[in-house]
């Protein structure tokens, strides 16, 4: 029974994100799907109306977003994953000019999946490795810890 759940979500991340079928949404997930940590710690979207915006942005940022799932397993109704992106940034998406710059984030998800869709997502993801790459976070200045001799 877990491996339909997990080849739900391997179909999600092959055909929505790597092959930007946006409109295959519908069919593998759940209409008010409830996900969380997508577009930041603590964020929860409801809805795929809701999702839609952030997923525009990400794959008008990153055209060619390719995503590997590294490892799946599922469990009843749980799928977890753990996956590897590499994307180049040439969109200007997220509000600010593309850097060119050819990126790669790793992340995890976990997932409920219920008739062979999408009902619940947990996301976490390397999402401040991916603002440093493209320069949109203040560097901070590292100090060193001193030594006890």
């Given at each position: 029974?877990?491996?339909?759940?997990?080849?739900?979500?391997?179909?999600?991340?092959?055909?929505?994100?790597?092959?930007?079928?946006?409109?295959?949404?519908?069919?593998?997930?759940?209409?008010?799907?409830?996900?969380?940590?997508?577009?930041?710690?603590?964020q929860i979207m409801q809805g795929?109306?809701?999702?839609?915006?952030?997923?525009?942005?990400?794959?008008?940022?990153?055209?060619?977003?390719?995503?590997?799932?590294?490892?799946?397993?599922?469990?009843?109704?749980?799928?977890?994953?753990?996956?590897?992106?590499?994307?180049?940034?040439?969109?200007?998406?997220?509000?600010?000019?593309?850097?060119?710059?050819?990126?790669?984030?790793?992340?995890?998800?976990?997932?409920?999946?219920?008739?062979g869709k999408l009902v619940e997502?947990?996301?976490?993801?390397?999402?401040?490795?991916?603002?440093?790459?493209?320069?949109?976070?203040?560097?901070?200045?590292?100090v060193p810890l001193e030594k006890?001799?």
């Open positions: 029974m877990a491996q339909n759940e997990v080849a739900v979500l391997r179909r999600w991340f092959e055909v929505v994100w790597n092959e930007g079928r946006e409109d295959l949404m519908e069919e593998l997930a759940a209409p008010d799907v409830i996900l969380h940590g997508v577009g930041g710690p603590g795929i109306e809701a999702f839609k915006p952030f997923y525009r942005r990400i794959r008008g940022a990153f055209p060619d977003l390719r995503i590997t799932v590294e490892e799946a397993i599922g469990e009843r109704d749980i799928v977890a994953l753990r996956w590897s992106a590499q994307m180049s940034h040439t969109g200007d998406d997220l509000g600010f000019p593309p850097t060119h710059k050819r990126l790669a984030i790793t992340g995890m998800s976990f997932a409920r999946v219920q008739s997502g947990w996301d976490n993801w390397d999402m401040m490795g991916l603002m440093h790459e493209i320069g949109q976070t203040p560097h901070a200045d590292v006890d001799d």
